[in-house]
T-cell receptor
């Protein structure tokens, strides 16, 4: 019973490049959430998606960040023109229904040089 | 300028003793609460949850207590083991369709052998 999968686990980018983070939810889960974690801090909500729809993006920066969860394939968090302040761990979680427990993946650790 | 890191509070307990980790939540509209455990380099791992119509819930070696009057949540771990060493986060979710989890700052549990 595979849990939430994220790849890559580690990603290094130079300033100005693009970062693409992928998340495959637990099989059968149609709700996906992205969170960001800075060192020694709690997780901060970014965006909540349900298949092909963005439900809540109140935690997403207004520029350079976007997310999608297509009908087929993983959810993608895309960061364009990365800056050093984007360096963080990005976690994806999924749940079968909106009110159910969210299960987290192992995260992608992004380092911007 | 100098970049000073924010250190998480630490709870140090002797192996075999009971641990109590406390959390104050902020939103009186929250009706669902979860405790997560995060080991170094990994994603948050679900431990136990509780809904606002309950004040206590027990799992294997863990108990969560909820005091809605003072907006306080606690996690009790019985017979603490070295494998319990991790950062512990409480998270809250408001009622309704908004599925966004709000995380607390986290507490580091250190188990002395």
């Amino acid at each position: 019973n595979a849990g939430v999968m994220q790849n890559p686990r580690h990603l290094v980018r130079r300033r100005g490049q693009e970062a693409r983070l992928r998340c495959s939810p637990v099989k059968g889960h149609s709700h996906v959430y992205w969170y960001r974690q800075l060192p020694e801090e709690g997780l901060k909500f970014m965006v909540y998606l349900q298949k092909e729809n963005i439900i809540d993006e109140s935690g997403m920066p207004k520029e350079r960040f976007s997310a999608e969860f297509p009908k087929e394939g993983p959810s993608i968090l895309r960061i364009q023109q990365v800056v050093r302040g984007d360096s963080a761990a990005y976690f994806c979680a999924s749940s079968p229904r909106v009110s159910e427990t969210q299960y987290f993946g192992p995260g992608t650790r992004l380092l911007v040089l | 300028g100098e970049n000073v890191g924010l250190h998480l509070p630490t709870l140090s307990v002797q192996e075999g003793d009971n641990s109590i980790i406390n959390c104050a939540y902020s939103n009186s509209a929250s009706d669902y609460f979860i405790w997560y455990k995060q080991e170094s380099g990994k994603g948050p791992q679900f431990i136990i949850d509780i809904r606002s119509n309950m004040d206590k819930r027990q799992g294997q070696r863990v108990t969560v207590l909820l005091n809605k009057t003072v907006k306080h949540l606690s996690l009790q771990i019985a017979a603490t083991q070295p494998g319990d060493s991790a950062v512990y986060f409480c998270a809250e979710k408001p009622s309704g369709a908004n599925s966004k989890l709000t995380f607390g700052k986290g507490i580091t549990l250190s188990v002395r052998p």
